[in-house]
T-cell receptor, first 112, second 113 residues
């Protein structure tokens, strides 16, 4: 049983460009969350999707947007990339309250 | 705003000893407190979850305690092994609705032979 899969694993973009990251949740999980992790820091919550709707959002600008599809997979889009957007982007899925999250291995985004 | 503090300094211990990691938080207590393990370049892996009305939870060599009066959780690894070397993250779920997690910065554990 595959866990959370993310693509691509690594990405290099130029400042000002746009990027789309993809995530497939663990089988049976219907909720997808996205986190940004800078080097040496803990993951920071970006937003969460459930039933194709953004259910909760962290303290990130509107340049960060997302989508969830009927099969529960999700995309994270970042527009007008800044150097500070360089980080490991993690997708996590869960199947309900009171359970831990299953994280993917992340996408390492480098903005140059 | 809510703050979560974990030891920023790495913890080095000898194989076979018990490692104890600390997670302190400010303001109000979370509904759930979770611990994750993270290896370099990988995503966090869920280890244990403890609810605000629970004092202690165990799983194999792992034990978590949760003291809402002290606003502190302790994470113990008994009979530690070199394979336990990793960064351990404390994460708080304040709503209990399975929504966002607020993470600490993590503590790096190194178990030496």
């Amino acid at each position: 049983d595959a866990g959370v899969t993310q693509s691509p694993t690594h990405l290099i973009k130029t400042r000002g460009q746009q990027v789309t990251l993809r995530c497939s949740p663990k089988s049976g999980h219907d909720t997808v969350s996205w986190y940004q992790q800078a080097l040496g820091q803990g993951p920071q919550f970006i937003f969460q999707y459930y039933e194709e709707e953004e259910r909760q959002r962290g303290n990130f600008p509107d340049r960060f947007s997302g989508h969830q599809f009927p099969n529960y997979s999700s995309e994270l889009n970042v527009n007008a990339l800044l150097l500070g957007d360089s980080a490991l982007y993690l997708c996590a899925s869960s199947g309900g309250q009171g359970n831990g999250y299953t994280f993917g291995s992340g996408t390492r985004l480098t903005v140059v | 705003s809510q703050k979560i503090e974990q030891n920023s300094e790495a913890l080095n211990i000898q194989e076979g000893k018990t490692a104890t990691l600390t997670c302190n938080y400010t303001n109000y207590s979370p509904a759930y407190l979770q611990w994750y393990r993270q290896d370099p370049g990988r995503g966090p892996v869920f280890l244990l979850l403890i609810r605000e009305n629970e004092k202690e939870k165990r799983k194999e060599r792992l034990k978590v305690t949760f003291d809402t009066t002290l606003k502190q959780s302790l994470f113990h690894i008994t009979a530690s092994q070199p394979a336990d070397s990793a960064t351990y993250l404390c994460a708080l779920d304040f709503t209990g609705g399975g929504n966002k997690l607020t993470f600490g910065t993590g503590t790096q554990l190194k178990v030496e032979l």
